[in-house]
């Protein structure tokens, strides 16, 4: 294999596929970024065996050929490399860089050790608005669980429907849903698990207006899928999917809450950060009580000290008094896609909702995001 190619496109290349690069790993060839010439291009591939990232860089080809090389020792290497194009050629096993007047020789291994990428057909896909495949995942991929107790909600559920496409993701003590249109195309309704590491790579390497094809593995009629693909014109991103049936996330959302409040969320936001200092570091409990015009935060941590606040806001219903977790609470808060936000309550132990208020004038968003409370303890 030999081939010329500007440092920063080599550059380029190795910064999006090293992501996917695991720190430690038994396997040698995981640390290796898989190089393989095409055309005027060259594909550089890495994974970690659950995500897989390929990207197609341009470059002058003299002599086809692929090779594994060290990721991170390539990418250090060329950072500081002269901006002055790089002839890339191997010898056996060895790779070789040649710029200006740095040489340099690493020891690779035999591209038949590196894993076989998944195979899904592109051609059979699916495309996706990318602007809004990227905000379905910003607004909701937050609220994934870190525990490994339930597997099944260490992943986003991505609902891929005719017409409309939804994503959900909770820990069971808080959840986001959204919804969009994604107007017409047959799409035959299917639902998939994802690792939020998969999408967080797609959020990293898909620019906000490139269209995505979306595919997944074609088994036999009513089994299992066990792999997803992403593809824009030169970046692939490969993910294997998390097995299981995911909960009934619709029978947790209340229907019947009537209490309403109506806020803007950067005062909310200000006030429930002020009193998460004095929160427990345990529970991060802070108590809210709703009334007419305004609400009171409180909170009281016996080995650390108090404090109280109050906040002007619409408030509908019978006084309510309830506990929150002010980290959930903040996050939510964040990723809310509007200044002004409406917060609904049925009783102290039930769960609340938040929903983005919009503007006159505007489209609504169907987002929603829910917040179980914690009890109070008086």
């Known amino acids: 294999m030999r081939f010329t190619i500007t440092r920063q496109n080599l550059h380029n290349g190795l910064a999006a596929v090293s992501a996917s690069i695991p720190s430690k790993t038994t396997l040698p060839v995981l640390s290796n970024i898989l190089f393989e010439t095409d055309g005027d291009a060259v594909w550089m591939s890495g994974t970690d065996l659950d995500v897989s990232v390929r990207v197609k860089v341009p470059a002058e080809i003299e002599e086809a050929g692929s090779l594994t090389a060290p990721g991170k020792k390539m990418q250090e290497i060329t950072r500081e490399l002269p901006d002055e194009p790089v002839e890339v050629s191997t010898r056996g096993d060895q790779i070789e860089l040649a710029c200006g007047r740095s040489r340099f020789k690493l020891n690779g291994l035999p591209a038949e050790e590196f894993p076989t990428l998944p195979q899904v057909e592109f051609g059979q896909g699916v495309q996706i608005d990318g602007a809004d495949f990227q905000r379905l995942i910003h607004h909701t991929s937050f609220a994934v669980s870190t525990e490994e107790s339930r597997p099944i909600l ?215 995001a829910l917040v179980m409370p914690l009890r109070l303890l008086d």
């Open 154 to 368: 260490n992943g986003v559920l991505w609902e891929l429907r005719e017409g409309s496409m939804r994503m959900v993701a909770t820990n069971g003590h808080r959840l986001a849903r959204m919804g969009l249109e994604t107007g017409p195309g047959a799409v035959t309704p299917t639902d998939f698990i994802v690792p939020p590491a998969a999408l967080a790579q797609v959020q990293r390497l898909f620019k906000d207006g490139d269209p995505i094809t979306v595919a997944w593995d074609q088994g036999a009629e009513g089994s299992k899928k066990n792999h997803l693909g992403f593809s824009s014109e030169n970046t692939q991103v490969y993910t294997r999917l998390i097995e299981g049936t995911y909960p009934n996330y619709e029978q947790v959302i209340p229907k019947d809450n009537d209490r309403f409040a109506t806020v803007d969320k950067k005062a909310l936001e200000r006030a429930v950060r002020r009193m998460a200092v004095v929160a427990s570091d345990q529970t991060h409990r802070i108590r809210m009580t709703f009334e007419e015009d305004r609400v009171h935060l409180n909170v009281l941590t016996p080995d650390l000290g108090e404090g109280a606040d109050e906040l002007e806001l619409s408030y509908e219903g019978e006084t309510l008094e309830i506990g929150f977790n002010a980290t959930y609470l903040l996050e939510v808060l964040r990723y809310m896609p509007t200044d002004d936000v409406r917060l609904t309550f049925k009783a102290p132990e039930r769960a609340a909702t938040l929903e983005p208020v919009v503007a006159d004038g505007e489209d609504e968003l169907d987002y929603l």
